[in-house]
C-alpha cells in the first residue's frame, strides 16, 4: 500500500507530506483543486507525461516521492528484476521523480535510476486510487471504473421519472465540451486555450467557493485559519493561472469529449453503461472555427465506431469515407435530403428564402412540422407554402424572456387570418390597459406572460427588470412578463398580434407597388425610410413585379419612449 506521499515545489504547494493508513484512505475537498495536485503528482510519479509549467514559480524543479509497503511483492520484484534491478527489500518501495524547469529530469526506484516506461509498468500494480472526478488518470481504469460507476448510474433519475408518472424508462441526454482529431496532444493544445478563457469567464461563479487552506497556502503564510472559506479574488494571477491550468487538466481528462476517436469510444461506452442515451456535443466554444468544421470527420468517425450500422466494418476511417467527400453538397436543401428531416424550425424570413426555387419547397413539403418564428409571419408567404407543405405548419410567438416559445398558431389552410394562436402548456397570457387592468375581448392592449417560462430577470439590470416583470393583480398578484407588444384576445380565444408599443404603431393599411427592377415606384425610391426597409427585406412572392399589402410602420415618439406614456388603451391611430 501506499504509506507516505511527498511533494516539493508542485504547482502552488511549496512542501507537503501526505501519510496514508492501512485500509481504505479518501482524500476529500471542496473544490478538487488541491486534489488535484496530489493526483498530478502521482501522474508525475509513475511516469506520465510532465508538464514544466506545473513546477512552482521561480523553482528550478520539482520532485515527488512516495513509499510503498508490498504485502505481496512478488509482482513487483519480478518486475525489477527482469529489468535488471534489485528486488524490494521486505517489501519496502521508494520511487522518487524529479523534474526540471529547464527541461528533462531523472527517475528512481529504491535510489537506482530508472527510465519512464518502467514507472508506468510498475504503477499498474502499485495504485489503487478512487475519485469523483480524476477517474480517467487512475492506472487501471477498467477495474477501478466498475466501482466508480455503480455510484454515479442514472437509476435515481429514472426512477423519478417513473414516480412523476411518465411511462417508460424515459431519455437521458448530456451535452459536453466536445472537440476529436487525430491526435491527442494536438486536440490537448487545440482546445487548451479556448478552455482556459472559458474557466476564465467562468471564475466568479466559484470566486466564493469554500477553499481548503492546507492544499494551496504557503506553510508559512497562511491567510485564513483552517476551515475558514478563502476568496479567489485573495490569490495572485500566478496562483490563479495554476488553479486554471489544473481545472483545464481535470475537465480535459474527465469532463468533456476530446481526444481521437478510438481514445472517446471508451468515455461514451462508458456513459452508456452508466444509463445516458444520447450525448450532445458542444463544439463552439471558442476553438477556431476552420477547426472546428475540419474535426467534424473525426467526430463522425466516433459517431460511426460507437453507432455502428449493421454489417459495417469495426474499423473506421474518416479519411477515406466517401460519405464525407470535400465535393459533397452540405447545403441546406441538400442536407433535407440527406438525412431525411422531419422537423425543421426558422424564421419567416429564412423559409421565404428557402421556398423561392422549386428544390427548396419541395424540401419544405417533405416536413412533417414547419415551426416559424422570431419575426412576423406575413400572410403572402403563408399562403404561398401552406398548400404545398403535407405536414403542421406553426406559426410560434414569444420573447427570450419567457423561454422563447409562449403561444403557437397552426396554419390549417391558406386564405385565413394570421394569429399568434394560444398559449402553450404552463402559460398564460393576458391583454391589459396601461394600468394593467384586463381589456375586454377585441379590444388591443399590452400583451403580458406569465408561468412557468418567465426568466429570473436581466442580469445586474436590476431596474430594467423590476420594469419588466411586474406583479399583475388581474392574476392574483403573480409575476408576469411586460412583452411591450400590441395584442388582442379575439372571442375564438385566438390571439392577434399588432406590433410594438414602445418603438412603433401601425398607422397604414394598403396596397404598396414592388418592383426588383424598374416600375413607377421601386423600393430604393421610396420616400419613407421604414417603408424602404422594409420592402428590401422582403423577398418577392408572385414574380419580379407585382402589388403586396404591406404594414407600413413609424416611430411615434423614438425609441426610447416609456411604455406606460402609450395612450393605446384610450384610443387607437389608423
Not at 410560434?396 to 394570421?418: C, D, F, N
Not at 393583480?473 to 409575476?479: C, F, K, L, T, V
Not at 421604414?530 to 414574380?543: T, Y
Amino acid at each position: 500500500m501506499l504509506t507516505l506521499l511527498r511533494v516539493k515545489n508542485l504547482a502552488l504547494v511549496e512542501e507537503a507530506t501526505v501519510a496514508f493508513e492501512p485500509g481504505l484512505n479518501i482524500i476529500t475537498g471542496e473544490t478538487g483543486a488541491g486534489k488535484s495536485i496530489l493526483i498530478g503528482a502521482l501522474y508525475l510519479l509513475l511516469g506520465e507525461r510532465a508538464d514544466t509549467s506545473a513546477i512552482r514559480a521561480g523553482e528550478t524543479q520539482c520532485v515527488v516521492e512516495a513509499t510503498f509497503q508490498l504485502a505481496e511483492p512478488q509482482v513487483v520484484n519480478d518486475i525489477l528484476t527482469d529489468t535488471g534491478l534489485e528486488p524490494c527489500d521486505h517489501g519496502l518501495l521508494i520511487l522518487r521523480r524529479t523534474v526540471k524547469a529547464a527541461g528533462g529530469g531523472q527517475a528512481f526506484v529504491n535510489d537506482a535510476p530508472v527510465t519512464l516506461p518502467l514507472l508506468k509498468r510498475l504503477g499498474a500494480h502499485l495504485v489503487d486510487l478512487h475519485g469523483p472526478h480524476d477517474h480517467q488518470s487512475l492506472f487501471q481504469p477498467a477495474s477501478q471504473l466498475d466501482i466508480l460507476d455503480s455510484f454515479a448510474r442514472a437509476d435515481a433519475e429514472r426512477a423519478a421519472y417513473a414516480a412523476a408518472g411518465h411511462p417508460g424508462k424515459g431519455h437521458i441526454s448530456l451535452m459536453l465540451h466536445t472537440f476529436v482529431g487525430d491526435d491527442i496532444d494536438d486536440v490537448r493544445d487545440t482546445v487548451r486555450e479556448p478552455f482556459l478563457e472559458y474557466l476564465r469567464t467562468s471564475t466568479d461563479l466559484i470566486n466564493q467557493v469554500r477553499w481548503e487552506q492546507t492544499s494551496f497556502a504557503k506553510p508559512t503564510a497562511q491567510r485564513t485559519q483552517p476551515g475558514e472559506a478563502q476568496d479567489l479574488s485573495e490569490l495572485s494571477a500566478e496562483e490563479m493561472a495554476v488553479i486554471m491550468d489544473h481545472a483545464f487538466d481535470r475537465y480535459f481528462r474527465t469532463a468533456g469529449l476530446f481526444g481521437t476517436p478510438e481514445s472517446c469510444r471508451e468515455t461514451v461506452q462508458r456513459l452508456a453503461d452508466l444509463g445516458v442515451d444520447e450525448l450532445a456535443c458542444l463544439i463552439d466554444f471558442g476553438v477556431d472555427e476552420q477547426r472546428v468544421l475540419d474535426g467534424l470527420r473525426q467526430l463522425d468517425a466516433l459517431r460511426r465506431l460507437t453507432n455502428p450500422e449493421p454489417g459495417a466494418s469495426a474499423v473506421v476511417d474518416p479519411a477515406g469515407d466517401d460519405s464525407l467527400s470535400a465535393g459533397d453538397d452540405w447545403g441546406l436543401i441538400a442536407q433535407f435530403e440527406r438525412h431525411e428531416v422531419t422537423h425543421f424550425q426558422c424564421t419567416p424570413s429564412h423559409a421565404a428564402v428557402i421556398a423561392a426555387t422549386p428544390e427548396g419547397m419541395t424540401a419544405l413539403a417533405r416536413l412533417r412540422k414547419l415551426l416559424l418564428g422570431g419575426e412576423a409571419l406575413p400572410a403572402a408567404l403563408a399562403d404561398r407554402i401552406r398548400p404545398q407543405i403535407r405536414g403542421d405548419l406553426l406559426n410560434m410567438y414569444g420573447p427570450t424572456e419567457t423561454t422563447i416559445w409562449s403561444t403557437v398558431s397552426p396554419i390549417l389552410a391558406a386564405g385565413r387570418p394570421i394569429t399568434i394562436g394560444r398559449p402553450i402548456a404552463n402559460t398564460e397570457i393576458h391583454i391589459v390597459d396601461r394600468h394593467l387592468q384586463p381589456n375586454p375581448i377585441g379590444v388591443a392592449g399590452e400583451l403580458l406572460i406569465g408561468g412557468a417560462g418567465g426568466v429570473r430577470g436581466y442580469l445586474d439590470r436590476p431596474e430594467l427588470t423590476d420594469e419588466r416583470f411586474v406583479a399583475l393583480p388581474a392574476a392574483g398578484g403573480d409575476r408576469v412578463y411586460r412583452t411591450g407588444d400590441l395584442a388582442r384576445m379575439r372571442a375564438d380565444g385566438e390571439i392577434e398580434f399588432s406590433g410594438r408599443l414602445d418603438h412603433q404603431e401601425v398607422i397604414i393599411m394598403g396596397e404598396v407597388p414592388f418592383t426588383e427592377k424598374g416600375g413607377d415606384q421601386p423600393w430604393d425610391q421610396c420616400d419613407h425610410c421604414q417603408c424602404r426597409q422594409w420592402l428590401q427585406g422582403a423577398p418577392s412572392m408572385e414574380g419580379p413585379q407585382h402589388w403586396r399589402e404591406a404594414n407600413v410602420t413609424t416611430p411615434r415618439r423614438g425609441p426610447n419612449t416609456n411604455i406606460a406614456e402609450w395612450p393605446w388603451n384610450e384610443k387607437q391611430e389608423r
